[in-house]
């Protein structure tokens, strides 16, 4: 078997190779510039200096040094940490950061990684242990795209028992990193006491862990054809918002259901939000439960919100103060909710749900208050007096919608006007008009 795939490089592809000093990116340049001549390949090493060790210092000079042995162009980078976030995800994505900036100026088709089927079984072990999205239990990729090129691990299919024969048979100089043997990070303890553990129960356990990436890769794929079908055709996206027919979705197979929900929220976060199992599971029982209202919030930024037979992923809205604004005149007064109510002789043309107000003299029209619903407000309706409340259930508007609704009352203290949703027959009692109307916030 052959220690790369080589059905990951192709003649005439300009190369990317991530080295930082260790055996196996020592390995992955020397088997890559044995294929050079033969492929016409054109090869550029990238090298980052994370400045954590004293020995970084003289591995940037190594491998700088090795390009020039091996006649391939070097690019370096000293990694600026100021300690602002956690090392390792800063680390990780200022270094592919890096690999795409150089890949770009030099016009190369790809970039390799060194990553093995050791590394493979660990990362497949511990997202099992600490949980993971189901595309994440497949592991790592040997080809993904990037941007707008690839990313490959051409030793992903390969063991380091057979990285470690290839260093030995070809006396590759290579620099060992001390905090691999140190068990304070999680990989090595896996590394140093479970992984053998699994070899003893099966020396063939590469293989099958690769089985599994392949089992959980192939099942994706399927479920990531139907949820992206489904969003095409019945997730509606407006702006910041998405919305669904919660009977649709419902209709799904869970695990569809799932991805569904995982995409529209990575498309409405610019895939900022990382969801947990909890997460997924809440929003499921908002979609199956027999609540007509509920929600969940997933962080500061993204909720879930079930109103009767939709629901919707919005942003998250501090909850508005009870307001209470008086209107004594003719104009325009902006509300403490964001919306505007617009009082004039002349009918308007002001965009918005417009009433005609009937008086005999104004003292039946001013001053009108606008405010927030209170517990126990009652309209009068043709046939009598009914809660407000339960006025709203029966129309089943959604509980967000009831909680930003402004209440128009007038001077002897009746409500004439729930706007978008009810006027009262209390507004008609003169024979003269003037024009109310109300236009919602954006």
Same mark, same amino acid.
């Given at each position: 078997?052959?220690?790369?795939?080589?059905?990951?490089?192709?003649?005439? @592809?300009?190369?990317?190779?991530?080295?930082?000093?260790? =055996? $196996?990116?020592?390995?992955?340049?020397?088997?890559?510039? /044995?294929?050079?001549?033969?492929?016409?390949?054109?090869?550029?090493?990238?090298?980052?200096?994370?400045?954590?060790?004293?020995?970084?210092?003289?591995?940037?000079?190594?491998?700088?040094?090795?390009?020039?042995?091996?006649?391939?162009?070097?690019?370096?980078?000293?990694?600026?940490?100021?300690?602002?976030?956690?090392?390792?995800?800063?680390?990780?994505?200022?270094?592919?950061?890096?690999?795409?900036?150089?890949?770009?100026?030099?016009?190369?088709?790809?970039?390799?990684?060194?990553?093995?089927? $050791?590394?493979?079984?660990?990362?497949?072990?511990? /997202?099992?242990?600490?949980?993971?999205?189901?595309?994440?239990?497949? !592991?790592?990729?040997?080809?993904?795209?990037?941007? $707008?090129?690839?990313?490959?691990?051409?030793?992903?299919?390969?063991?380091?028992? +057979?990285? &470690?024969?290839?260093?030995?048979?070809?006396?590759?100089?290579?620099?060992?990193?001390?905090?691999?043997?140190? @068990?304070?990070?999680?990989?090595?303890?896996?590394?140093?006491?479970?992984?053998?553990? =699994?070899?003893?129960?099966?020396?063939?356990?590469? @293989?099958?862990?690769?089985?599994?990436?392949?089992?959980?890769?192939?099942?994706?794929?399927?479920?990531?054809?139907?949820?992206?079908?489904?969003?095409?055709?019945?997730?509606?996206?407006?702006? $910041?918002?998405?919305?669904?027919?919660?009977? +649709?979705?419902?209709?799904? &197979?869970?695990?569809?259901?799932?991805?569904?929900?995982?995409?529209?929220? &990575?498309?409405?976060?610019?895939?900022?939000?990382?969801?947990?199992?909890?997460?997924?599971?809440?929003?499921?029982?908002? =979609?199956?439960?027999?609540?007509?209202?509920?929600?969940?919030?997933?962080?500061?930024?993204?909720?879930?919100?079930?109103?009767?037979?939709?629901?919707?992923?919005?942003?998250?809205?501090?909850?508005?103060?009870?307001?209470?604004?008086?209107?004594?005149?003719?104009?325009?007064?902006?509300?403490?909710?964001?919306?505007?109510?617009?009082?004039?002789?002349?009918?308007?043309?002001?965009?918005?749900?417009?009433?005609?107000?009937?008086?005999?003299?104004?003292?039946? =029209?001013?001053?009108?208050?606008?405010?927030?619903?209170? &517990?126990?407000?009652?309209?009068?309706?043709?046939?009598?007096?009914?809660?407000?409340?339960?006025?709203?259930?029966?129309?089943?508007?959604?509980?967000?919608?009831?909680?930003?609704?402004?209440?128009?009352?007038?001077?002897?203290? +009746?409500?004439?006007?729930?706007?978008?949703?009810?006027?009262?027959?209390?507004?008609?009692?003169?024979?003269?008009?003037?024009?109310?109307?109300?236009?919602? !916030?954006?």
């Amino acid at each position: 078997m052959p220690l790369l795939n080589l059905n990951l490089i192709k003649k005439n @592809d300009v190369i990317v190779i991530a080295v930082s000093g260790g =055996i $196996d990116s020592m390995v992955l340049l020397d088997a890559i510039c /044995r294929l050079k001549n033969d492929l016409n390949l054109t090869i550029i090493v990238a090298h980052v200096n994370h400045r954590m060790r004293l020995e970084s210092e003289a591995e940037y000079t190594f491998v700088e040094n090795k390009c020039q042995s091996y006649n391939v162009a070097f690019y370096g980078m000293i990694l600026d940490y100021q300690g602002e976030e956690n090392f390792h995800n800063f680390s990780r994505n200022k270094r592919y950061q890096f690999f795409y900036e150089i890949a770009v100026k030099v016009n190369a088709t790809k970039i390799a990684i060194a990553h093995h089927a $050791d590394d493979q079984a660990e990362t497949i072990l511990m /997202r099992l242990v600490r949980g993971s999205g189901f595309i994440g239990y497949a !592991g790592i990729s040997e080809r993904i795209n990037y941007h $707008d090129l690839e990313i490959i691990r051409p030793l992903l299919h390969t063991t380091k028992a +057979e990285i &470690d024969k290839y260093q030995i048979e070809h006396q590759l100089e290579f620099r060992q990193d001390a905090s691999n043997f140190q @068990d304070k990070y999680t990989r090595n303890r896996f590394r140093h006491h479970l992984m053998p553990l =699994i070899e003893q129960e099966n020396p063939l356990y590469h @293989d099958k862990f690769a089985q599994f990436s392949t089992y959980i890769s192939e099942a994706y794929q399927l479920i990531s054809r139907l949820s992206i079908l489904f969003i095409d055709t019945s997730v509606s996206f407006i702006q $910041d918002k998405a919305s669904v027919v919660v009977a +649709e979705i419902a209709a799904l &197979d869970r695990a569809v259901a799932r991805d569904v929900i995982k995409r529209t929220i &990575d498309r409405l976060t610019n895939n900022s939000i990382e969801l947990t199992y909890t997460n997924f599971e809440d929003v499921l029982n908002i =979609i199956t439960g027999n609540k007509p209202n509920a929600r969940i919030t997933l962080n500061q930024k993204l909720r879930v919100i079930r109103k009767y037979d939709c629901l919707s992923f919005e942003p998250v809205i501090l909850d508005t103060l009870s307001f209470f604004q008086i209107i004594s005149t003719f104009g325009t007064y902006p509300l403490p909710n964001g919306d505007t109510v617009t009082v004039t002789e002349k009918r308007s043309d002001i965009d918005g749900i417009s009433i005609e107000l009937w008086y005999n003299n104004l003292r039946f =029209i001013f001053p009108m208050t606008f405010r927030s619903r209170q &517990d126990g407000d009652r309209i009068k309706l043709t046939g009598g007096t009914k809660k407000v409340s339960e006025l709203l259930i029966d129309l089943k508007i959604p509980l967000d919608d009831r909680n930003r609704l402004a209440i128009g009352i007038n001077p002897q203290g +009746e409500i004439f006007w729930i706007p978008g949703i009810k006027i009262s027959p209390v507004t008609k009692i003169g024979d003269q008009v003037i024009y109310l109307t109300y236009a919602k !916030g954006k």
